[in-house]
């Protein structure tokens, strides 16, 4: 088995380790306060206390109400209750607009409602990875149920103009949500600003533990629930409540808040001098949405002459984690939609890796990556008969 010391871990956009005031955080109620906090003794009350406490920290990193949070059981929960409940409160409406990019778990429940009938509209990006306000204007119609595009994009780290879009969303009285699971905790969001129904995040991408979200939902916004049973979450989100990871988010979205300057500086710092080098030591390298707002952590680089997955296994064995595209497609044969919506054909979508840094990554893993990319490049471009 690796040491974890061993590992240069560059692939934050697939998950985040645990930060180990979150571990400290949610330990007591996995040890000591174990009781179900829908009971009525003051021993469930303190559980109940710690959720509404977290559910107060979510809330202040995204800038709306408490009240206004519902805990789910990750990111894929949440984009489906968004999607379920505009869909239930506005029957009579067949038509969804979303983006030829988004994650699998908005991407894939749009082409099952196509299966059953729907209309569904997938915005097209540029080669940049950005979306027209324009295209979006226009693909409105007097039955669209939701309007559902990602704050930031998982691969290429491209941020999505959400003020514009929002206001668009407003005007035309259009529900909108927004998969914001790549979003939280790396750029500044603030949902007072930014008026919207629903918003979806994943703990683990926030260096809380998998298998914890939240959704937030406008407290004027009309909701069906999609998880039905019990009245928890104020009659939201049905299950007893997965307190000792609730406690977790709430404590990694307290830190998240407080260190987001950190995202915008020295995490920017890592992302741009790692292209910079690999810009001047190799030839033929593009970064994908480079001349768009991206997360500055995030870094989707072309190496020509290259298979993305052969460079991962030879990464692998260099104890270097990175990916060619989303966590969720590791295996496909296929390459990333993403890559192709924005126009790159298959043998650049395929030479394509996604480095994703994050506030645990140090100079050392800077400089090892610096060292062993290249020369991986190198070594597959030599092994190549296609000569980059």
Not at 6 to 34: C, G, S
Request: overall charge neutral; charged content about 20%.
């Amino acid at each position: 088995m690796i040491a974890p010391e061993q590992i240069t871990y560059l692939d934050n956009n697939a998950t985040t380790a645990i930060d180990p005031e979150v571990l400290e955080a949610m330990r007591p109620f996995q040890e000591k306060y174990y009781a179900n906090p829908s009971s009525g003794y003051r021993f469930a009350a303190h559980v109940r206390d710690a959720i509404e406490q977290a559910r107060e920290q979510v809330a202040a990193l995204l800038g709306c109400e408490p009240g206004e949070i519902v805990f789910t059981s990750g990111g894929t929960e949440s984009n489906n209750t968004a999607i379920h409940s505009a869909l239930e409160t506005q029957p009579e409406c067949k038509h969804i607009i979303t983006t030829a990019v988004e994650h699998s778990a908005v991407r894939n429940p749009a082409q099952r409602l196509q299966e059953r009938g729907y209309d569904v509209t997938f915005l097209a990006v540029d080669r940049s990875g950005r979306l027209s306000a324009r295209a979006l204007v226009d693909a409105i119609r007097p039955d669209t149920a939701l309007i559902s595009i990602m704050w930031a994009n998982n691969e290429t780290g491209v941020i999505f103009p959400m003020q514009e879009i929002a206001a668009i969303a407003q005007e035309r009285g259009v529900p909108l949500h927004t998969d914001a699971i790549q979003a939280a905790g790396k750029i500044p969001i603030n949902l007072r600003e930014v008026p919207m129904q629903f918003l979806s995040i994943s703990g683990h991408k926030l260096h809380a533990p998998k298998g914890v979200g939240a959704l937030y939902v406008n407290r004027r916004a009309r909701f069906r629930p999609f998880v039905l049973g019990g009245s928890h979450e104020n009659n939201r989100r049905a299950g007893t409540e997965n307190a000792p990871s609730i406690v977790a988010l709430g404590k990694a979205a307290e830190i998240a808040l407080a260190k987001v300057r950190e995202e915008s500086t020295r995490v920017r710092s890592f992302r741009d001098r790692f292209e910079k080098s690999l810009l001047e030591q190799l030839s033929d390298v593009q970064i994908n949405g480079a001349d768009a707002s991206r997360l500055p952590n995030t870094s989707s680089v072309i190496f020509g002459g290259i298979e993305s997955e052969a460079a991962l296994l030879m990464l692998d064995q260099e104890n270097v984690c990175c990916s060619a595209g989303s966590a969720c497609r590791t295996g496909s044969l296929k390459p990333s939609h993403v890559l192709t919506a924005m126009g790159l054909v298959n043998n650049e979508a395929r030479a394509s890796l996604r480095f994703s840094f994050g506030r645990f990554n140090t100079e050392a893993d800077l400089e090892r990556a610096l060292d062993v990319v290249p020369r991986v490049v190198r070594k597959l471009r030599a092994l190549s008969p296609v000569i980059a």
